[in-house]
């Protein structure tokens, strides 16, 4: 089944503790991309990679870090967390960028 | 500024009752115009794309349709398991991202 996985489903952590999100796809798609989701702002661009080892920033792109080492995995490192990235956490695959995204189940992640 | 914007917020309809959502978009070269159905705590599920004005797509009760400055989901006789939130998006010349609406927040009631 073509899919976008993230990992994990939930995470509740600390101010200032590293974590990291993964997210994996099965479809070979050369565009991945991030996106968190606030209520009454929807969803916004963190990064996103055109292919391996390119990427680049998206709209909100402060306080995260991504990596493109294969083309099916793009995590998202947040070094620093801070409360103001608790949100609804979305990676999704493409077969380029102006085309439709598959996305993933979601992480919700809080920091307090 | 590149925007879509979605109106209304929430609609809330009888079972059978039709009705249709709105997406306008101002954006410069606009390359595809995208529905997407979210239900709660779940990523979004891709419904259909348009790519010029005049084009339109149906799926089950769903229909999407294309101007040069909105789209329009037009729901057939829901059924409560059309209850969802429904996003827009747009693409846009040379942009590696699609550009969200807010979304509208449906309700169908039985």
């Known amino acids: 089944e073509a899919q976008v996985t993230q990992n994990p489903r939930y995470l509740i952590t600390v101010t200032g503790k590293k974590l990291t999100v993964t997210c994996s796809q099965n479809m070979n798609h050369e565009y991945m991309s991030w996106y968190r989701q606030d209520p009454g702002l929807g969803l916004r661009q963190i990064y996103y990679?055109?292919?391996?080892?390119?990427?680049d920033k998206g709209d909100v792109p402060e306080g995260y870090k991504v990596s493109r080492k294969e083309k099916r995995n793009f995590p998202l490192i947040l070094e620093s967390p801070s409360p103001n990235q608790t949100s609804l956490y979305f990676c999704?695959?493409?077969?380029?960028?102006?085309?439709?995204?598959?996305f993933g189940s979601g992480t919700r992640l809080t920091v307090v | 500024e590149d925007q879509v914007t979605q109106s209304p917020e929430a609609l809330r309809l009888q079972e059978g009752e039709s009705s249709s959502l709105n997406c306008s978009y101002t954006?410069?070269?606009?390359?595809?115009l995208f529905w997407y159905r979210q239900d709660p705590g779940k990523g979004p599920e891709f419904l259909f794309t348009?790519?010029?004005a005049g084009e339109e797509k149906e799926k089950e009760r769903l229909k999407a349709t294309l101007t040069k400055k909105e789209s329009f989901l037009h729901i057939t006789a829901p059924k409560p398991e059309d209850s969802a939130t429904y996003l827009c998006?747009?693409?846009?010349?040379?942009?590696?991202?699609?550009?969200f609406g807010q979304g509208t927040r449906l309700t169908i009631n039985p």
């Open positions: 954006v410069s070269g606009l390359r595809g």
């Open positions: 998006a747009g693409t846009i010349q040379g942009a590696q991202k699609l550009v």
């Open positions: 999704a695959s493409s077969l380029w960028g102006s085309y439709g995204y598959t």
């Open positions: 348009l790519y010029s």
């Open positions: 990679s055109m292919n391996v080892e390119v990427t």
